[in-house]
C-alpha cells in the first residue's frame, strides 16, 4: 500500500488554467465507499457503531485485546509456519535486514490509545486510527488444487474446503455483510455453527468484529484467536488469503477441526468459507 501512487487526473488531457491537486490512491481506489455515499469508509465504520450500540470505549477494549492476543501468539511462535521470511535491504552501509514478524504488533501504546482523538467525526466519533486496522504492507498466497490433482502429485493437504458463500447489503453497511455469508457458507458445508472451532473476521475495523460477533451470538474468545487485522494489518487485496492462512495456524495449534473465515468488501459485499483440517497423514473427514 505504501508504493500507490498520487494521480494527477488531468495530466493526459492537460489543464489550461487553475491550480491542479494530486490524488491519493490509496484514498481513492482503497478506502473510499465507490458506489453509495462516496464518503470514507471510516464513516461507515461510525455508522456501524451506531446501528449497533457499540462505545468508544468498547472498540478500545476490543483492540487492545487483538494487539494482545497477537503479540502472545507471535512470542508462543504460532507464526512461525506461517510466515515467510524476507530479507529486505538495511539502507546504505548497513547490512540487509530479515524480516519475519508483522511490523504493527509492538506499537500498542494503551494510554495512546484511548486518548487519541477520533478520525472522522471530530469530538463524537468513536473509530480513531488505533482501533482501526492500520495502513499495510503485506503479501499471502494459499495452493488450491483438486482432489485429483492432489492425488496425481502425492500432495499432502493442509485443509477441505467444505463450503462457501457470498451476500452483500447497501454499500454503507458492508461491515456487517459477513453476518450473512457466514451462515450461507456454513449452510453450504453443511455443517452446524455449534461444530466450528474458530472463527476469523477481518477487523477493518474493530466494530466490524463487534457487530459481527453480537449478530452472529459468536463467542468473542473463538474470534481471531491470534489477534486480528486492527494489530496484523489489513493490506488490500491480501487480507482474505490471509485470515485463511491464519486460520489454519489456529486449527493447528489448538488442535481444531472446522474454521470459518469472513470478510467484508467495500461496495457492500462480504466472503466466507468454511475449512476442514486435515490431519498428519493427510485425511479428513468427507475429502471426495
Not at 4 to 16: F, I, N, Q, S
Not at 20 to 34: E, F, I, N, S
Not at 157 to 166: H, S, Y
Amino acid at each position: 500500500m505504501s508504493n500507490t501512487p498520487h494521480y494527477l487526473p488531468v495530466l493526459r488531457t492537460g489543464a489550461k488554467f487553475g491550480d491542479q491537486t494530486l490524488v491519493d490512491g490509496v484514498l481513492k481506489d482503497g478506502l473510499t465507499d465507490a458506489y453509495g455515499k462516496k464518503e470514507h469508509m471510516g464513516l461507515q465504520g461510525e455508522e456501524c457503531a451506531r446501528d449497533h450500540d457499540f462505545t468508544r470505549e468498547q472498540q478500545d477494549e476490543y483492540a487492545i485485546k487483538s494487539y494482545q492476543k497477537a503479540q502472545a501468539a507471535t512470542e508462543a511462535g504460532n507464526f512461525k509456519e506461517e510466515i515467510t521470511p524476507v530479507e529486505v535491504s538495511g539502507g546504505r552501509g548497513k547490512p540487509n535486514v530479515v524480516v519475519d514478524k508483522d511490523d504493527e504488533i509492538n506499537n500498542l501504546n494503551i494510554p495512546k490509545l484511548k486518548s487519541i482523538k477520533p478520525a472522522f467525526i471530530p469530538g463524537t466519533g468513536t473509530v480513531t486510527a488505533p482501533n482501526a486496522s492500520p495502513l499495510s504492507d503485506g503479501a499471502s498466497s494459499l495452493l488450491l488444487v483438486s482432489a485429483s490433482y492432489l492425488k496425481s502429485h502425492n500432495l499432502t493437504p493442509i485443509a477441505v474446503i467444505k463450503g462457501w458463500g457470498d451476500a452483500a447489503l447497501p454499500p454503507s453497511k458492508f461491515t456487517t455483510a459477513p453476518s450473512l455469508a457466514i451462515p450461507k457458507a456454513l449452510k453450504h458445508a453443511g455443517i452446524d455453527s455449534s461444530k466450528v472451532d474458530a472463527y476469523e473476521i477481518n477487523e477493518a475495523f474493530s466494530v466490524v468484529a463487534l457487530a459481527n460477533c453480537k449478530l452472529l451470538g459468536l463467542d468473542q474468545e473463538k474470534v481471531n484467536k491470534h489477534g486480528g487485522a486492527v494489530a496484523l494489518g489489513h493490506p488490500l487485496g491480501a487480507s482474505g488469503a490471509r485470515i485463511v492462512t491464519t486460520l489454519l495456524g489456529v486449527l493447528r495449534k489448538e488442535e481444531g477441526k472446522i474454521g470459518v473465515a469472513g470478510i467484508c468488501n467495500g461496495g457492500g459485499g462480504a466472503s466466507a468459507i468454511v475449512i476442514e483440517a486435515v490431519g498428519k497423514d493427510g485425511i479428513a473427514n468427507g475429502v471426495h
